[in-house]
C-alpha cells in the first residue's frame, strides 16, 4: 500500500535544498537538487517508519486515492 508524506522543501542561502514533513516527525534530508533532496527524503521516511513500527509506535499517513495532485518540477 503507498501513503503520501507531505513535505515542505525551502532553498537555504547556502544553495542547498532542505525537506522536512510535519506528518513523519524528525525527518530531515538536505540535498544539492530537488530530486536529490526528494530521493534522500524518502529513504529517510522509510527508515523513520520501519524504527517506529519496531518501538510499536505508528505514524498514520494517508494512502494514496484514485487521483491526487502532485507538482511537476521542470528544469529551465
Given at each position: ?27 530531515v ?12 527524503a ?23 486515492r ?11
Amino acid at each position: 500500500m503507498e501513503q503520501i508524506a507531505n513535505l515542505h522543501i525551502e532553498k537555504l542561502p547556502e544553495g542547498v535544498y532542505l525537506a522536512t514533513s510535519d506528518d513523519i516527525p524528525g525527518l530531515v534530508a538536505q540535498g544539492r537538487t530537488i530530486t536529490e533532496t526528494l530521493e534522500i527524503a524518502r529513504d529517510v521516511a522509510k527508515k523513520l517508519l520501519e524504527a517506529q513500527a519496531e518501538r510499536h509506535q505508528k505514524t498514520t499517513l494517508e494512502s494514496t486515492r484514485d487521483s491526487f495532485d502532485y507538482p511537476l518540477i521542470l528544469g529551465t
